[in-house]
């Protein structure tokens, strides 16, 4: 999911692009480091093999800038295309904020586009994910070829839940930049429709500055009725009859204490519909929760903020790309 980072003002969205192997996945990012702004992306790290078929995953951290005091990060991964790296690619994609889907446009390669598709939704299926609502974008890369399938026939096979989807060239640069910008349009309108639209009641204030300071006892005691705003002073009176109530509560003799506690249940049932609640101080785990649920427009508006930041980013380097 979207790491937001307040305390350094930065938002990160994790983008992992997905497809067979040798469909263009790690052309992709080259192309992105190559072209976007020098102090835009970082250091391109890819571990191959010797044939240059990613081993584990390539990596490009790609910054775009800070917008309304937010820094805006994608972390760009691609997965290992061959199946038998199954593990790699669970792990790498775990966490994904989205995901571009590169197909090889090639004919006689459709088995393999399906295939790694497949594999794709059952992966994101142990994440409990569905791909029906993940951001994706579909890129049908090496239309530059003699003999390719027509976007119908891709899209036929390939795209039965109308995702986004671009045409390409990956080593010439045609579609990448569009591919990521649609992408990265998609995550934060994810974001947006996870945190825009706060659902249940408002939050619950928190204790009132002139709540009672009285609580119970941890151990299960009955609290005196001062702390639900009775008198305290006319459950602490003892019976004129009974003068041993002075004694301390510990010394009392078991049924003076069985009284007692009997004397304090009017005084509870007398109290107003809406009494104050117990100390704050003394209630930390409740104290705690409520706090959480206060801040939670707060939290929200940052979220927000944090995606205006982001979309302000790509505004500002479209021109460059």
């Known amino acids: 999911m979207?790491?937001?980072n307040f305390s350094l003002k930065?938002?990160?969205?994790?983008?992992?692009y997905y497809g067979p192997g040798l469909s263009g996945k790690t052309t992709n990012l080259e192309v992105v480091h190559s072209?976007?702004?020098d102090t835009s992306v970082g250091d391109l790290t890819s571990i191959a093999t010797e044939g240059d078929r990613t081993l584990f995953f390539d990596f490009l951290p790609l910054n775009l800038g800070q917008v309304a005091g937010m820094k805006t990060k994608f972390q760009i991964y691609t997965v290992p295309g061959q199946v038998y790296y199954n593990s790699?690619?669970?792990l790498v994609l775990q966490g994904a904020d989205g995901i571009v889907f590169v197909?090889?446009?090639?004919?006689?390669?459709?088995e393999e586009n399906i295939e790694s598709l497949e594999n794709l939704k059952d992966n994101l299926i142990e994440f409990g994910l569905d791909i029906n609502t993940m951001p994706i974008v579909l890129q049908y890369n090496k239309r530059d070829l003699p003999e390719v399938y027509t976007i119908e026939e891709m899209q036929q096979a390939l795209n039965q839940w109308n995702a986004p989807y671009h045409e390409a060239v990956a080593r010439d640069g045609t579609g990448v930049f569009p591919t990521l910008k649609t992408l990265?349009?998609?995550?934060?309108?994810s974001l947006n429709r996870q945190h825009g639209?706060?659902?249940g009641s408002p939050a619950p204030m928190g204790a009132p500055q002139g709540a009672p300071a009285g609580m119970a006892p941890a151990g299960g005691m009955q609290p005196a009725a001062a702390d639900y705003g009775g008198s305290a002073t006319a459950v602490a009176e003892p019976p004129t009859q009974q003068p041993q109530m002075q004694q301390p509560a510990a010394m009392a003799p078991q049924p003076m204490m069985a009284q007692s506690s009997m004397n304090s249940v009017p005084m509870a049932g007398q109290m107003p519909a809406a009494s104050p609640p117990m100390n704050s101080e003394l209630e930390s785990p409740t104290t705690r929760k409520r706090g959480k649920k206060s801040r939670r427009p707060l939290v929200i508006g940052l979220v927000l903020a944090a995606a205006a930041a982001a979309a302000g980013a790509f505004a500002l380097?479209?021109?460059?790309w």
């Open 103 to 110: 197909a090889d446009s090639k004919r006689g390669k459709m």
């Open 197 to 199: 639209s706060p659902s």
């Open 88 to 90: 790699t690619r669970k």
């Open 35 to 37: 072209k976007a702004p």
């Open 317 to 320: 380097l479209s021109g460059s």
């Open 2 to 4: 979207v790491q937001i």
């Open 10 to 16: 930065e938002v990160n969205c994790k983008v992992v």
């Open 184 to 189: 990265a349009g998609s995550v934060l309108e």
